[in-house]
C-alpha cells in the first residue's frame, strides 16, 4: 500500500505523524511512502487539515483515499484518535476497507476579463463583498430564482453542511444525498427586499447561478480554506461535481453519530 501521510503544522501533529512512521515502517514489505502517488493519503490534525489534505491531492482524487488521525480541535471527518496508532495500523495491515464517497461542490467562476476556472471543494463556495452590501441575482438552471442583498452566500457540499453552512443557520445533510445547499448570510429582507430567506438544497441535475449586480465590487471568493479577493467576478455557478471525495473507512462511524458526537454530545438531560 502506498502511503502518503499529510500532517498540519503544529508539533502534537508533527509527532503523532513521526509515531506513525515509526509503526508503518515496521512493515516495508507492505506499505511505502508516496508522497507523488499515494493510494491512501493519512491527514493528522483536524478538518482543516484534511481540506487542505484534500486541496493537494485533488489532481488524483478519483484515486486517491483519505483516512484522518484526530489531533485536537473538532476532527469530524476523523475517525482515528492520535493514541489509537497500533490499532490503525493492524488495520491496515488486516483488515479490507469500506470505501466512503461523498459529493464535492463544482465552482464554475466566470471572470469579466472572459477567463474562467473550475474550482472542486468539499465543503463550500462562499460570495461576501468586502465592503457593503452584496447584491446579487440568483439564478435556478437559467431562470431567476431571487435577488439577493445581504453579506453573502455560501454552496455548501452535504459533508461542509456541518461547517460553515451550520454556523449560519443551513440544516445538516446526509452525504448520501447528492446535493448543495444554499444558504444566506445576513440577508435584508423587508417590504423592499426579498428572498427565499431560508436555504435550499438542489440535486444532482440543477445549477445555481449567482451574478454580482456589481460587477467591479471587491468580492471574496473562498473555496474551503483558500481564498481570492477580487472586483473581477461576472458570475459563478455552483452544481455537484461529477468527482467525488473517497474515505478508507476501517471501522465506519454512521453519520448521524459522528453529528452527534461532534454538537450533541453524550449528555442527555431530563
Ligand atoms: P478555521 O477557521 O481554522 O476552522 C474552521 C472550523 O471548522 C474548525 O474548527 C474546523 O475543524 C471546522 N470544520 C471544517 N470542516 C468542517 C466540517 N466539514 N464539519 C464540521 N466542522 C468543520 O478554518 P479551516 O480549518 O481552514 O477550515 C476552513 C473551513 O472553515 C471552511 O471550509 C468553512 O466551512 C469553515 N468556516 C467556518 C466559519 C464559521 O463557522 N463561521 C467561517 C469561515 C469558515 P477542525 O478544528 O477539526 O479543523
Same mark, same amino acid.
Given at each position: 500500500?502506498?502511503?502518503?501521510?499529510?500532517?498540519?503544522?503544529?508539533?502534537?501533529?508533527?509527532?503523532?505523524?513521526?509515531?506513525?512512521?515509526?509503526?508503518?515502517?515496521?512493515?516495508?514489505?507492505?506499505?511505502?511512502?508516496?508522497?507523488?502517488?499515494?493510494?491512501?493519503?493519512?491527514? &493528522? %490534525? +483536524?478538518?482543516?487539515?484534511?481540506? #487542505?489534505?484534500?486541496?493537494?491531492? !485533488?489532481?488524483? *482524487?478519483?484515486?486517491?483515499?483519505?483516512?484522518?488521525?484526530?489531533?485536537?480541535?473538532?476532527?469530524?471527518?476523523?475517525?482515528?484518535?492520535?493514541?489509537?496508532?497500533?490499532?490503525?495500523?493492524?488495520?491496515?495491515?488486516?483488515?479490507?476497507?469500506?470505501?466512503?464517497?461523498?459529493?464535492?461542490?463544482?465552482?464554475?467562476?466566470?471572470?469579466?476579463?472572459?477567463?474562467?476556472?473550475?474550482?472542486?471543494?468539499?465543503?463550500?463556495?462562499?460570495?461576501?463583498?468586502?465592503?457593503?452590501?452584496?447584491?446579487?441575482?440568483?439564478?435556478?438552471?437559467?431562470?431567476?430564482?431571487?435577488?439577493?442583498?445581504?453579506?453573502?452566500?455560501?454552496?455548501?457540499?452535504?459533508?461542509?453542511?456541518?461547517?460553515?453552512?451550520?454556523? &449560519? %443557520? +443551513?440544516?445538516?445533510?446526509?452525504? #448520501?444525498?447528492?446535493?448543495?445547499? !444554499?444558504?444566506? *448570510?445576513?440577508?435584508?429582507?423587508?417590504?423592499?427586499?426579498?428572498?427565499?430567506?431560508?436555504?435550499?438544497?438542489?440535486?444532482?441535475?440543477?445549477?445555481?447561478?449567482?451574478?454580482?449586480?456589481?460587477?467591479?465590487?471587491?468580492?471574496?471568493?473562498?473555496?474551503?480554506?483558500?481564498?481570492?479577493?477580487?472586483?473581477?467576478?461576472?458570475?459563478?455557478?455552483?452544481?455537484?461535481?461529477?468527482?467525488?471525495?473517497?474515505?478508507?473507512?476501517?471501522?465506519?462511524?454512521?453519520?448521524?453519530?459522528?453529528?452527534?458526537?461532534?454538537?450533541?454530545?453524550?449528555?442527555?438531560?431530563?
Amino acid at each position: 500500500m502506498r502511503i502518503s501521510i499529510y500532517q498540519n503544522k503544529s508539533a502534537r501533529s508533527q509527532k503523532v505523524s513521526d509515531n506513525l512512521k515509526i509503526l508503518l515502517s515496521e512493515h516495508k514489505h507492505r506499505f511505502t511512502f508516496d508522497e507523488i502517488n499515494p493510494e491512501v493519503v493519512i491527514s &493528522i %490534525g +483536524g478538518d482543516g487539515t484534511l481540506l #487542505s489534505a484534500f486541496q493537494k491531492y !485533488l489532481d488524483q *482524487i478519483d484515486q486517491v483515499r483519505f483516512v484522518g488521525v484526530h489531533t485536537g480541535h473538532l476532527g469530524f471527518y476523523a475517525d482515528w484518535q492520535e493514541f489509537e496508532l497500533d490499532e490503525l495500523v493492524d488495520s491496515l495491515l488486516q483488515l479490507q476497507p469500506q470505501t466512503i464517497k461523498y459529493p464535492l461542490l463544482e465552482s464554475i467562476v466566470q471572470y469579466s476579463d472572459g477567463s474562467q476556472k473550475r474550482v472542486l471543494s468539499m465543503n463550500e463556495a462562499a460570495l461576501k463583498q468586502i465592503s457593503g452590501t452584496l447584491a446579487a441575482d440568483v439564478l435556478i438552471d437559467g431562470e431567476l430564482f431571487e435577488r439577493f442583498r445581504g453579506d453573502g452566500l455560501t454552496a455548501a457540499t452535504p459533508t461542509g453542511s456541518t461547517a460553515y453552512n451550520k454556523a &449560519i %443557520g +443551513g440544516a445538516v445533510m446526509n452525504p #448520501s444525498l447528492a446535493s448543495i445547499q !444554499l444558504s444566506e *448570510i445576513a440577508s435584508i429582507n423587508n417590504q423592499v427586499f426579498r428572498t427565499l430567506g431560508s436555504p435550499l438544497v438542489v440535486g444532482p441535475k440543477e445549477v445555481i447561478r449567482v451574478v454580482p449586480l456589481k460587477a467591479d465590487n471587491e468580492i471574496i471568493l473562498s473555496h474551503d480554506h483558500l481564498n481570492e479577493t477580487t472586483d473581477q467576478i461576472a458570475w459563478v455557478e455552483f452544481r455537484v461535481a461529477h468527482e467525488q471525495v473517497s474515505f478508507a473507512s476501517y471501522r465506519h462511524t454512521p453519520f448521524w453519530r459522528r453529528v452527534r458526537n461532534s454538537f450533541i454530545g453524550d449528555e442527555v438531560v431530563d
